[in-house]
């Protein structure tokens, strides 16, 4: 029966595009989830506010629009150390285009243990850790139920996304979105007040605290994004430190980024060999 239905769905999608999103009408107007695009969004809405609407087919307000637009910048540091930055500058160096650039940083970001697809995670989790504190949990029951469904080595620190960093204890982004929060005038709600409390317990008992993803997450769960909504909306989070590291490269003299010398490589293969006389 399902293969019959899918086969209906593929027939009757054969040779053509359907959409609900909108479209080009030649002469009439560009539409975009029932907005014309140049008479109500252009130099009317932000670029923010086009971007959700984009994916989420909602106009955002103004303010979140701003929030949205703040925690992007908290997303893209011009440091060439980092590894998606790493890629756009290589790409810069070696005189590749910019979309190859920064298209190549944003790729190599795209993971579920960091980047935009820790994001998925982030939310989650969060979400089912709601759900455990409406059952009666504590913040220290969830981390505990939370870690006996992952593969987490004895002894070694929790591993919960939204709720560890790498290399440094704690993160400046967390505070300073929630001064943007605040400043814009939102309400901290369920999903970001037990975030708090998860954040509090992990670092009372694993000295571990909450990262961005975490905040994020907790935040535009309240706010009602969906998971998949997040994670779209966040897919090119990288892209403009990546811009600024490729641009870098890119206007020094080609090659000089990282470049390797013989004497860089080691090489474990074969010794020098003399090529034999008789070889043809």
């Known amino acids: 029966m399902k293969s019959n239905q899918s086969k ?9 595009i359907s959409t609900n999103k909108g479209g080009w009408r030649i002469g009439e107007a560009i539409y975009n989830c029932g907005f014309s695009m140049m008479d109500d969004l252009v130099g009317k809405k932000s670029f923010f506010q086009t971007l959700v609407l984009n994916v989420t087919g909602k106009l955002p307000s103004e303010k979140m629009a701003h929030w949205f637009e703040a925690s ?7 440091d060439s150390r980092i590894w998606c930055n790493q890629n756009g500058a290589l790409l810069g160096t ?4 910019p ?20 994001i998925s995670g982030g939310a989650e989790f969060i979400i089912r850790a709601l759900a455990w504190s409406k059952q009666g949990l504590t913040p220290l029951d969830i981390i505990q139920k939370e ?7 004895p002894g070694n620190k929790p591993v919960i996304v939204g709720y560890a960093r790498p ?8 505070e300073a979105m929630e001064k943007v929060s605040k400043s ?11 975030a708090f409390e998860i954040h509090k317990t992990l670092a009372e008992h694993y000295q571990e605290n909450m990262n961005y993803v975490g905040y994020v997450t907790a935040f535009l769960v309240d706010e009602g994004f969906s998971v998949n909504e997040i994670h779209r ?16 490269a890119n206007d020094n003299i080609a090659g000089t980024f990282l470049p390797l010398a013989c004497d860089d490589i080691e090489y474990v293969g074969k010794a020098p060999r003399k090529f034999p006389k008789n070889a043809q």
Not at 94 to 97: A, L, N
Not at 233 to 248: K, L, M, N, P, R
């Open 8 to 16: 209906s769905i593929w027939q009757k999608n054969r040779g053509k």
């Open 99 to 118: 979309v190859a650039g920064v298209a190549a940083g944003i790729l190599s970001a795209d993971s579920r243990m960091y980047g935009p697809g820790s």
């Open 167 to 174: 290399i440094a204890t704690g993160d400046e982004r967390v």
């Open 184 to 194: 814009l005038g939102f309400i901290e709600k369920e999903h970001l007040t037990l």
């Open 72 to 78: 992007f910048i908290c997303l893209s540091w011009p």
């Open 94 to 97: 070696s005189q590749g285009s």
């Open 147 to 153: 870690l006996a469904s992952k593969y987490t080595k």
């Open 233 to 248: 909306i966040y897919s090119t989070w990288v892209h403009s430190g990546v811009h600024a590291c490729f641009a870098e």
